[in-house]
């Protein structure tokens, strides 16, 4: 990879906004800022505009409006695409090509030049565990060997920005495991990953900052740890005992109210002091304490926070907006 | 930029290697090939292989073996019934499907995620769509030529006009099949439009150029045939008729005068009577026949501004639309001579039926079918390339500014 000079951001978007006709907002003023060298969550419902999101950033669809940079160039500029690796859902390569004329012929089309293309080409087959099937017609692949080669031809141009559009559909959990760690060897190689999934639990185990999108909109961005701190708290387990219920109820602790679900009692709080005093009082009281753990809110959780009307504890219309005022 | 060209240009080669049909129309050129060069001429007649049939019109006696080979076999039937009709439809098969596959979801986004202006690949694209039609037709121009070379015994480099003139021709049809591709995404619906537009020119063509054409060209004829009847011929004839319509004086005999000289003389002069009479009634014939002449005369120079009309406009249409006859009778215009497309001329006019009149005026079919060839050929080379690339050019334009401004 050819490192970038300057430490800008890998994406740095100002409310990009996409209009198809004049009542359909699938976009409405989307903030987001992407920095070098992590691994980026793009997570939503279906229709929250995510694809659309990234098909602006590749070029693919024009923004109705879009400020903002990838890899330095204003969004749309073709000549930083050079610099970009782009595997898109639902992708669908040329039947005749064999694997390694996948891999090849993208990175011509990037103007990777030849010698460098077959390099590239036998280095990626290697590292996506294709290279047995290299020679192989990509019409007798299976979904999980076409998203291998997906990724192969999306670093074939050596990216700086590697941008994947659900890259684990349809695979088994043995191939997800297998493009976890190719998603981390990318990281380790210093590159950009750009991941929209709906696969919240794998997104949540490689990824370092997320963004929720929720009816053309950003809900929520952050690392995971950032996005949960206000809800994170301590889990501490008991034998059974009597004595539980009147620590519990106590209220000279400085923890608030705790809640106790059978031998749980939970106290709303990150702060690992605060709850030693909750722990003595176990203790002097005779209590045998099993396990002591803090614990946050999952990414599901997170999510699903995200896409519920808390007024109405119902899930939000996840498709674009078609209201008047949506658009503002 | 040209790493990315030739990437396409490749992956188009790949693709048409994947297909059967392509393969196919290869393998069908080469037996057409094949066959031409097991006919051949002789003094008697035509052979195939080892086999000869006599044939009084067709030998080496009324035709060269390279006329043989270039005018009756491969520009008639060669390049002008298989590459033009057969090959074609075959190729539009074949490539209908290009631009449908490569704007469908899955695919397009790979490819315009690429750091190559959408301008740029569209047009590339296009192209590449070309490939398939440029391998056939340079396979059988080579194959033609090297029958023509060793059978007909004249090497004839300029049969290699057909590549570029055929490919022409495909590349009107096939811009407006990935006009129609582009704004449909479906292979079906651009293969049966771009027929059906290919129906409508060579409809307008043949009406513009078969009927009207060859309609206004036999009406020229009849007016300057009936002019000259009218204003030499007849009035000659008829001066000719009165002046032997003139009676002779009587004999001087009294017609009581039984001698042989006088009999002799009254035979005479009733045999010459009899004679005037009938130059009389010819000549009153031939007044009868100016006068309908005329009138014929009048008819036809009324008829002939409606039916130049017609042409002009069949013609305006035809000059918008691009010429896909005129531009693979190029190839015969370059390749062959007037003199050799004589016969073929005869046959494209014995279908015309004549009128009565007309058989009197000696009006020739062929002088006619020449009269029409001759206006053909003086159609430029510009006109009929030039506004046909003028409709490719619009059209091209068209789809490429939708493909640029699409979201995809």
Redesign the interface.
């Known amino acids: 990879m050819t490192p970038n000079s300057g430490d800008a951001a890998a994406i740095d978007l100002t409310d990009v906004r996409k209009t198809?006709g004049k009542k359909v907002h699938a976009l409405r003023g989307i903030s987001m800022n992407v920095r070098r060298g992590e691994v980026f969550g793009l997570l939503g419902p279906n229709g929250a505009g995510k694809s659309t999101l990234v098909?602006i950033l590749?070029?693919?669809?024009?923004p109705t409006r879009a400020h903002g940079t990838v890899l330095g160039g204003p969004v749309g500029d073709?000549?930083?695409?050079?610099r970009?690796g782009?595997l898109?859902?639902?992708?669908?390569?040329?039947?005749?090509?064999t694997g390694r004329?996948v891999i090849e012929?993208?990175g011509?089309?990037?103007?990777?030049?030849?010698r460098d293309r077959k390099r590239r080409a036998a280095e990626l087959l290697e590292l996506v565990g294709m290279k047995d099937w290299a020679d192989t017609r990509v019409k007798g692949y299976s979904k999980g060997m076409r998203q291998r080669i997906g990724i192969a031809?999306a670093v074939v141009n050596d990216p700086e920005l590697v941008v994947l559009d659900e890259p684990t559909d349809g695979v088994d959990p043995v191939g997800r495991k297998d493009i976890r760690a190719i998603l981390v060897r990318l990281k380790e190689q210093g590159r950009t990953v750009f991941l929209n999934s709906h696969l919240l639990s794998e997104l949540e185990m490689v990824c370092d900052r997320v963004a929720i999108l929720v009816q053309g909109r950003v809900h929520s961005q952050g690392t995971i740890d950032e996005l949960t701190r206000d809800q994170q708290k301590y889990v501490i387990e008991i034998e059974s005992s009597p004595a539980a219920e009147g620590v519990v109820t106590a209220t000279d602790l400085g923890l608030g109210p705790l809640a106790r679900q059978g031998d749980l009692i939970i106290a709303g709080t990150h702060d690992a002091r605060a709850i030693q005093p909750l722990i003595d009082r176990l203790r002097s009281a005779g209590i045998t304490i099993r396990s002591v753990r803090p614990t946050r809110p999952s990414l599901e959780d997170l999510f699903m926070q995200a896409v519920t009307d808390p007024n109405t504890g119902k899930a939000l219309n996840p498709g674009a907006d078609t209201s008047k005022e949506a658009g503002r | 930029m040209i790493t990315q060209t030739l990437a396409l240009l490749v992956d188009a080669y790949r693709e048409l290697n994947a297909k059967r049909l392509f393969w196919i129309v290869l393998l069908l050129s080469a037996l057409f090939v094949g066959a031409m060069a097991s006919i051949g001429i002789n003094d008697k007649g035509i052979t195939i292989l080892q086999w000869s049939f006599e044939n009084e019109f067709m030998n080496t006696k009324t035709l060269t073996k390279a006329a043989f080979y270039k005018s009756v076999v491969f520009i008639p039937i060669g390049f002008n019934i298989w590459l033009s009709w057969a090959a074609t439809i075959l190729a539009l098969i074949s490539t209908a499907s290009i631009i449908p596959d490569f704007i469908s979801s899955g695919s397009i986004e790979l490819a315009l995620s690429r750091p190559i202006g959408r301008l740029r690949l569209f047009l590339t694209k296009y192209a590449t769509g070309l490939l398939f039609v440029t391998l056939q037709v340079a396979v059988f121009s080579l194959g033609a030529f090297l029958v023509i070379g060793i059978r007909g015994e004249s090497w004839e480099p300029r049969i290699f006009m057909s590549i570029p003139l055929i490919v022409a021709f495909f590349s009107y049809l096939f811009a407006f099949c990935a006009l129609v591709g582009l704004i449909t995404r479906s292979t079906i619906a651009s293969l049966l439009v771009t027929i059906l537009l290919w129906v409508a020119i060579f409809l307008v063509h043949t009406a513009e150029a078969s009927v009207l054409l060859g309609l206004k060209e036999r009406q020229q004829v009849r007016i300057e045939q009936l002019e000259k009847s009218v204003q030499v011929d007849l009035p000659k004839r008829i001066a000719e008729q009165e002046a032997k319509a003139v009676k002779p004086a009587e004999p001087a005999s009294a017609p009581s005068d039984s001698s042989p000289e006088a009999g002799k003389a009254r035979e005479e002069f009733e045999r010459a009577g009899r004679l005037a009479d009938r130059a009389q009634e010819r000549a009153d014939r031939m007044k009868q026949q100016l006068v309908e002449r005329t009138k014929k005369l009048e008819e036809a120079r009324e008829a002939l501004p409606k039916l130049e009309g017609w042409h002009k406009l069949f013609f305006a249409v035809k000059t918008l639309l691009p010429k896909t006859s005129e531009t693979l009778k190029l190839l015969e215009r370059e390749v062959t001579s007037i003199s050799d497309l004589q016969g073929l001329s005869n046959n494209r006019q014995q279908s015309v039926d004549l009128e009565e009149g007309d058989r009197e005026l000696n009006i020739d079919d062929r002088d006619i079918a020449l009269r029409v060839e001759n206006a053909m050929r003086e159609r430029s080379v510009w006109w009929v390339l030039g506004t046909s690339l003028v409709f490719e050019g619009v059209i091209l334009g068209i789809a490429s500014w939708i493909f640029v401004r699409r979201d995809f």
């Open positions: 198809y098909k590749m070029t693919v669809i024009r073709k000549r930083a695409l050079a970009v782009y898109p859902e639902h992708h669908r390569f040329p039947e005749y090509l004329q012929f993208y011509a089309m990037a103007n990777v030049k030849r031809q």
